[in-house]
C-alpha cells in the first residue's frame, strides 16, 4: 500500500541533544499527524496539524504542516531516554481531491534511540 | 480508562483456524478504523466505519476479512481460514469528525 517517505529510518543520539525528522508525499494531504509507538503497543497520538505552515508545540515536541502540504516536519527538543521509540507521521488526505476521507497514510517509521 | 481498548491483546492460532478480535472505541466516537502493521511498517489501512456504516474497506481486505460494527459502538473483525501471512499487530482508531485518531493497544495475531 501507499506509505509516506519518513526520514531518518533511525537516529542514534545522546541524552540532550535535539533531533528532527520528517516525511514527504507526492500527494497534499488535508492534515497531518505524529504519533509515537513503544513495542508491542499501539500508536500514542502526540501532534495534530490542519493547516499548511502551522507550526504547534506539545512540551518539548513542535511539527510543522510544510506549505505546499506535501510535507510535515517533527522537532523533539532536550531529548531524554523516555523519548525512545519508533515515531510515525501520518496523512490524512484532502477530500476535495476525491480520495477518501477520514482513512491515515503513514510513514514507514523513525526509530529512536537515546543514550543516557 | 476512557481510552480505545482492544481484546485479546494477543492471539496464537493454527493455519485455516478462524478468529475474531474485538475493539471498543472512545464513547463518542462515531468513527472507527481498522488497521494491519507488520514489523518494521508503518500502520495499513484496512476498513472504516462511521456510525454502524462501513463506508470504506481496502483492498488489502480480502473476502477472508469480514469487520461488523452493529450498533455502532463497539467493533469486530474476524478473519476466516487464518494464513501465516495473516500475522501482524489489528489495530483500531477512533476519532470524532475532526479527523485525530485515538489508537488502541493492538491485538498480535501469530499464525502457526
Known amino acids: 500500500g501507499q506509505q509516506l517517505n519518513q526520514s531518518p529510518q533511525s537516529m542514534f543520539i545522546q541524552e540532550g541533544e535535539d533531533v528532527s525528522m520528517n516525511c514527504t508525499s507526492s500527494?497534499?494531504?488535508?492534515?497531518w499527524l505524529w504519533y509515537k509507538q513503544d513495542p508491542g503497543e499501539g500508536p500514542v497520538l502526540l501532534i495534530a496539524?490542519?493547516?499548511?505552515?502551522e507550526l504547534t508545540s506539545n512540551g518539548r515536541l513542535t511539527a510543522q504542516f510544510g506549505i505546499t502540504r506535501k510535507d510535515s516536519f517533527l522537532n523533539i527538543s532536550a531529548s531524554i531516554p523516555s523519548d525512545v521509540g519508533i515515531y510515525f507521521c501520518?496523512?490524512?488526505?484532502?477530500?476535495?481531491?476525491?480520495?477518501?476521507?477520514?482513512?491515515?497514510?503513514f510513514g514507514q517509521g523513525t526509530i529512536l534511540t537515546v543514550h543516557p | 480508562d476512557t481510552g480505545v481498548s482492544q481484546d485479546p491483546r494477543h492471539k496464537i492460532t493454527k493455519r485455516g483456524q478462524n478468529v475474531t478480535f474485538r475493539c471498543d472505541p472512545i464513547?463518542?466516537?462515531?468513527?472507527l478504523y481498522w488497521y494491519r502493521q507488520t514489523l518494521g511498517q508503518g500502520p495499513e489501512f484496512l476498513t472504516y466505519?462511521?456510525?454502524?456504516?462501513?463506508?470504506?474497506k481496502s483492498r488489502l481486505l480480502s473476502d477472508r476479512f469480514s469487520a461488523e460494527r452493529p450498533k455502532g459502538s463497539f467493533s469486530t473483525l474476524e478473519i476466516q481460514r487464518t494464513e501465516q501471512g495473516d500475522s501482524a499487530m489489528y489495530l483500531c482508531?477512533?476519532?470524532?469528525?475532526?479527523?485525530?485518531?485515538?489508537f488502541g493497544p493492538g491485538t498480535r495475531l501469530t499464525v502457526t
Open positions: 501520518a496523512g490524512q488526505p484532502d477530500p476535495a481531491g476525491g480520495t477518501s476521507y477520514g482513512k491515515l497514510t
Open positions: 482508531a477512533s476519532s470524532l469528525s475532526n479527523g485525530e485518531q485515538y
Open positions: 464513547s463518542e466516537h462515531n468513527r
Open positions: 466505519f462511521q456510525n454502524e456504516a462501513q463506508l470504506e
Open positions: 500527494s497534499i494531504f488535508n492534515t
Open positions: 496539524l490542519y493547516k499548511a505552515g
